[in-house]
């Protein structure tokens, strides 16, 4: 049996656990080589637009939607990294409309009730942003609002997926992300606070690029995913 890591990060209650993701086959979805990156790519790609897949997007988004405390770990999985092939995806979610802008403007002034109000109309276009549902999350905790439960538990288990790829100790364990803002919500629960960053690239990791934070003699390593070439990723 395999081992599994297990680490405890309290920040509003939160608790994730580290591990491995693997999908209905017990094909293991994390390596640090970069033929089994490309696999990567592969099998998240055809599992999220399968419609005999259990992992088939419109699936996972109708089950967050109507049965977000349902959702496993490997559900979550897809649907973050899935999320990288829906139509309009962008890695800056921030730019992505001015109700995105009112809602970081409301985390600036710090008004917990434009955020939970403007916020879950954007989780329910995005369930995956991971800004919008920490600060909506602390919102409704801090106002006790009976809806924290189920959504405090589906970040969680987001986190739980993403840390599955990786835990961000080296390049070969960077943390996958797919929108340049998780990373700052990932170093807040790691409890990574401040530090300098730069770019990192190694030549046993041909065409990979990697955000690299050095705080205190410690290194965080985060690599945000972009894929142009979507046709190449669907199998014959």
Known sequence: MKKIVTTLILLLGFVVSYGQVTDSTNIVVADSTYQVYTDFTHIVYNMVNNPASAYYYPK?????????????TEECYYLYFGRLFKNKHKGLPFLASSERMDFDKAIAKGNCNKIIKSGIPLLENNPVDLTVLFHTCKCMKDKKDERWEEYNTLFTKL???IFSEGTGQSPETAIKIIDIEDEYII???????????????????????????????????????FFKDIEDLKLN
Request: avoid cysteine.
């Open 159 to 161: 986190l739980d997926a």
């Open 187 to 225: 170093k807040g629960v790691l409890g990574f606070v401040g530090g300098t960053e730069g770019l990192y690239m190694n030549e046993s990791l041909p065409g990979r690029v990697f955000n690299a934070w050095s705080l205190g003699g410690q290194k965080l390593y985060f690599e945000e995913l």
């Open 60 to 72: 996972l988004e109708d089950k967050v939607k109507n049965n977000k405390s349902e959702m496993t």
